[in-house]
């Protein structure tokens, strides 16, 4: 997967993280800047997209389509598509012209609006990478993990660098029986939770 980027998601992903790099250092707004993940936590989430069971896979908080690009690469080894939302009109045409310059489209599907109100039409899903305002992430994840397939993994960002905003929604995935769960150290820390 990694050996194999083609130049045009090499080339959108080094313009993004300059972008990222950019926002963080001249003071754009909390709400306009990319809010990206570092670009392990990308290799990591495409580590465990391609090596979830059969099933969707889903995006909640797509930015710009960073990660998306990630996880599109393990979309292209198993020749199915990732369904992203994201609720910002400026985000969204952003991450749309992200998906064409890259050439992805035909392994991402792109939705505008509130990945919340869309929960209810999927279901098997295989692997879901949430990453969006943390006041949203346990009912998302009360949301996700009934429909996670056996085996299926839900990955949560920023379970270190909001540890205590999030606190709740980590205990309760760590005493979860429907699920394994642990937070592990990469980027600003990822909950990882694999379906029993
Ligand atoms: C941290 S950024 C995502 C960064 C992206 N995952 C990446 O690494 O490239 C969070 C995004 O989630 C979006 N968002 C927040 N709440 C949402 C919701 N309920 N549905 C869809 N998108 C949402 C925000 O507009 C924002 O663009």
Same mark, same amino acid.
């Given at each position: 997967m990694f050996h194999t980027i083609s130049p045009a998601v090499l080339s959108r992903m080094a313009y993004l993280e300059a972008m990222d790099r950019k926002d963080r250092s001249d003071g754009t707004t909390l709400q306009k800047r990319l809010r990206q993940v570092p670009p392990e936590t990308g290799r990591f989430v495409a580590l465990l997209a391609a090596s979830s069971p059969s099933g969707g896979f889903v995006e909640i908080g797509?930015? $710009?389509?960073y990660s998306a690009l990630w996880i599109s690469l393990a979309c292209a080894m198993r020749g199915c598509k990732l369904t992203t939302y994201e609720i910002l009109e400026e985000k969204y045409r952003l991450a749309k012209e992200t998906f064409q310059e890259a050439d992805v489209a035909r392994h991402v599907e792109l939705v505008h609006g509130n990945a919340l109100q869309c929960?209810?039409?999927?279901?098997?899903?295989a692997f879901c990478f949430l990453d969006a305002e943390k006041e949203i992430y346990e009912k998302c994840y009360d949301a996700i993990i009934p429909r996670l397939v056996k085996g299926g993994i839900l990955v949560a960002d920023n $379970?270190?660098?909001?540890r205590e905003s999030l606190k709740q929604v980590i205990d309760k995935a760590l005493a979860d029986d429907r699920a394994d769960a642990l937070v592990v150290p990469i980027g600003k820390g990822e909950l990882v939770c694999r379906r029993i």
């Open positions: 797509t930015s $710009a389509g929960m209810s039409k999927i279901k098997n899903i $379970a270190i660098s909001h």
